[in-house]
């Protein structure tokens, strides 16, 4: 019962972890894209 308990507090804290970083990883996407966009509207 305890490993069983063990194992479940890792996986749950290791699929926080991964929704964090996926979600950091969204946002870091979206300014990379804003900044394209800005520097290709300045090209025009």
């Given at each position: 019962m305890r490993k069983i308990?063990?194992?479940?507090?890792?996986?749950?804290a290791l699929l926080v972890a991964g929704?964090?970083?996926i979600s950091g990883m969204g946002r870091d996407v979206s300014s990379v894209g804003k900044t394209v966009?800005?520097?290709a509207d300045g090209a025009k």
């Amino acid at each position: 019962m305890r490993k069983i308990l063990g194992l479940t507090t890792i996986a749950a804290a290791l699929l926080v972890a991964g929704c964090n970083t996926i979600s950091g990883m969204g946002r870091d996407v979206s300014s990379v894209g804003k900044t394209v966009s800005k520097t290709a509207d300045g090209a025009k």
